[in-house]
């Protein structure tokens, strides 16, 4: 069995030793170092260009349940991460060139991995594409005219999302402008204002991200940065995004001075998106400024906001399930380039491709992880969100179906939940050629 692999990076690495690991002959084609980035200093293989933490190892942390799950699967780069680590507390920090320079050892001395270095710009089949945010201009051309070029994106303006869960039910209220829609689609985020006024110096004074030189991308006036807005002049978000037009608050029966209106992500209303909230402030920055909006004191963020350049496909109208082009199901993507932020994410991501490639070339049928383990729940959201207002997505526990009987106690609730989760990620590893349980 032969397949092919695009993209050295930490999704296309974990695919490639996943299907060699499977009995397949694999081609590694990586572009650098013939053709450089604008981000890599190295060529080596799974550089880490941004942070060399992959945050929190504890199972009751989003991030760290989805490494105790890949790691079930038989991840390379999680052994590699361990191998590597730094001290960090509670999070997997990696010394970055011992990190890189372990991946690239072990994938060049597996006897079924081929490492090539050039260019690809054709799509093979069967094949993984695993070329992430800088994939190369003309690969993106031969994606574009294949997918169609309105499911490419270039460009990433995200919103915050939080809990619905740490939402005051109390203070917000359920409302759409003019009572449009479903009539009460938006949970409305009343401000007097004084209360306005102090948020928008919030936003102006807030400490901003800069990015690396390649993501430095010119804003569009239609997704603006919201701390731009408040920069603008102080009725700018009112007279915008935080119109209060149309939407009364039922308890006083007058229009406040302001509104934060948040929208629900998922159908049982755990993740509400901050609406026209993309932000380059830092996480800090965001976590204090939010929790400014009126029935968010509490807020938990489960994806912070974000401007940036990103190479992504409108998944949920292009892909399958398990994430091949609609016409050929062993042409399969993985990693940022289907709409997964984050290292670990984007490693799961290559390895179940990995895995479901190995097991179509062995005659089998594709699988997914149970929606009740993290990494099944993110590649369900990014295969079944709404199209129209795909964005990029991470592990937070907001995907996970809820428990059958509610848990007020976070801690308790997300122990539960972790459970659940690695109990059923055992037995789809079991079933699938991962480590035993």
């Known amino acids: 069995m032969k397949a092919t692999v695009v993209g050295g990076g930490l999704a296309g690495c974990e695919a490639a030793w996943t299907l060699a690991e499977r009995g397949c002959s694999v081609t590694l084609h990586e572009m650098r170092p013939h053709t450089p980035t604008p981000a890599h200093q190295t060529d080596r293989l799974a550089e880490l260009v941004c942070t060399n933490s992959f945050k929190s190892i504890d199972v009751t942390n989003a991030h760290g349940l989805l490494k105790a799950e890949v790691r079930l699967l038989g991840s390379l780069l999680m052994e590699v991460a361990e191998a590597s680590k730094v001290p960090a507390g509670t999070a997997l920090a990696v010394d970055r060139a011992e990190f890189s320079a372990g991946v690239t050892e072990r994938i060049r001395a597996h006897p079924s991995i081929e490492v090539v270095e050039e260019e690809i710009v054709t799509l093979p089949s069967p094949g993984i594409i695993a ?3 800088l994939t190369s201009d003309r690969l993106a051309d031969t994606i574009a005219r294949r997918l169609g070029v309105a499911h490419l994106a270039f460009f990433d303006a995200i919103a915050p ?5 740490s939402i005051d039910h109390d203070v917000v209220y359920r409302m759409s402008r003019y009572g449009k829609g479903g009539g009460d689609d938006y949970l ?3 401000f007097d204002e004084a209360q306005y006024y102090a948020f928008i110096e919030a936003l102006k004074a807030g400490e901003q991200y800069e990015g690396h030189e390649f993501d430095e991308t010119p ?3 239609a997704c603006l940065p919201v701390e731009e807005m408040a920069a603008r002049g102080p009725e700018t978000l009112r007279f915008g995004p935080m119109k209060p037009v149309g939407l009364p608050d039922p308890r006083t029966g007058r229009e406040p001075f302001a509104v934060a209106q948040l929208r629900a992500e998922d159908r049982a209303g755990q993740m509400w998106n901050l609406v026209g909230f993309q932000s380059r402030l830092k996480t800090g920055a965001q976590r204090g400024v939010w929790r400014m909006i009126p029935g968010l004191e ?3 963020v489960l994806r912070w906001g974000s401007i940036h350049r ?3 496909l409108n998944s949920p109208a292009v892909l399958t399930s398990h994430l091949s082009a609609l016409d050929d199901p062993q042409l399969l993507f993985a990693g940022q380039l289907v709409g997964v932020e984050g290292y670990t994410e984007s490693l799961g991501c290559g390895l179940l491709c990995g895995i479901n490639l190995a097991r179509m070339l062995g005659g089998d049928e594709p699988v ?8 099944g729940s993110l590649l369900r959201y990014v295969h079944g969100a709404e199209p129209k207002r795909f964005q990029p997505m991470n592990a937070n526990f907001g995907l996970l179906p809820p428990l059958s009987k509610r848990v007020r106690d976070k ?3 997300r122990e539960a939940l972790a459970q659940r989760a690695l109990e059923a990620m055992h037995g789809f590893a079991r079933r699938t050629g991962g480590v035993p349980a």
């Open 368 to 375: 997914l992880p149970p929606d009740t383990t993290m990494l």
């Open 298 to 300: 509490n807020a938990e």
């Open 161 to 165: 999302i939080v809990s619905g869960d």
């Open 131 to 133: 070329t992430g945010p």
């Open 188 to 190: 409305n985020a009343p």
């Open 219 to 221: 804003y569009f006036e």
């Open 411 to 413: 801690r308790v609730k």
């Open 310 to 312: 990103n190479t992504y």
